[in-house]
């Protein structure tokens, strides 16, 4: 889904991802670096938004789509034709600012498609208890439509998100939709899901691969032969390398360097705290390292 939406865009429609939408950041041509040094924690923030038309990723579960809709907002008044894109997870759908951001896409009309990824599982129950009935089936009630696809269908992800774009580039205001698709590994590092998680319904899900779907459909049609297959391969291999790269040569800052760049002019507050920090530090000078 994220690949698939991120392509149906136009190159200066707008893209707000969380944390997870990796696949949009590579869609859009971002560097291997952009990829790791964010979550190394030495950078705020790793490329220009207005390079990618990408916004740096979300932490905050579903603030994002508040961000989206305050942008799309901006373009009416700008009198433009861009689309803003919010993604966020199943989960997100729950928190306030996801509702909040449907009402006012749809009170304003705005130009803003939200990409709600249901992987169905959270990390120990199931979207169900969140969720008795379809997730899709929320947007209408704030007057958007929607639609709930398979989300491991590359080419019907395409089709939804040219059709929701094209609802909102054309003045129709908001669309959303729920891509279906499933968690096959843990939710963190400490999750164990075989504790709460049928083998059976894992196994299901993984005949429902997304790449060996396409790469299936691709073979059928003559469109995959094994000089693409190596292509792809020697792209991914080159991703992959360049991501370990940019981690293992990575510089770790100085401690009073998470400071900077915090606001693009002097500002006193920052200034104090840079102080106060200043102190702190220096009360561990005498210590041995």
């Known amino acids: 889904m994220q690949v698939a939406s991120a392509h149906a865009c136009r190159g200066d429609d707008f893209l707000f991802p969380s944390y997870r939408e990796l696949g949009v950041l590579v869609s859009r041509g971002a560097a291997p670096a952009d990829l790791v040094l964010g979550w190394r924690g030495e950078v705020h923030g790793t490329f220009d938004p207005y390079d990618l038309h990408v916004a740096t990723p979300q932490i905050i579960i579903g603030a994002q789509s508040l961000h989206a809709v305050g942008y799309a907002m901006g373009i009416q008044r700008d ?70 696809i398979d989300g491991n269908d590359t080419i019907a992800c395409a089709a939804a998100m040219r059709w929701a774009i094209e609802n909102a580039r054309s003045g129709a205001g908001p669309a959303f939709i729920e891509a279906v698709t499933y968690r096959m590994g843990p939710h963190t590092t400490s999750d164990d899901p075989t504790r709460y998680r049928d083998a059976d319904e894992v196994e299901l899900w993984r005949g429902r691969d997304p790449l060996t779907r396409l790469q299936t459909h691709l073979r059928r049609t003559g469109a995959w032969d094994d000089a693409f297959a190596d292509e792809v391969a020697a792209t991914g291999d080159r991703l992959a390398a360049g991501m370990r790269e940019a981690a293992l040569t990575a510089r770790s800052r100085p401690p009073l360097e998470v400071l900077d760049d915090v606001y693009a002019e002097p500002h006193v507050g920052i200034d104090r705290q840079r102080e106060r920090f200043a102190a702190y530090l220096g009360g561990f000078a005498d210590e041995e390292v």
């Open 79 to 148: 009198g433009g034709d861009q689309v803003a894109v919010a993604y966020f997870g199943d989960g997100a759908t729950s928190q306030g600012d996801v509702n909040e951001a449907m009402v006012f896409a749809s009170s304003f009309q705005a130009p803003v498609v939200f990409v709600c990824s249901n992987n169905q599982w959270a990390i120990s129950e199931p979207v169900t208890v969140q969720s008795r009935f379809p997730i899709a089936g929320r947007a209408p009630a704030f007057g958007i439509p929607s639609l709930r």
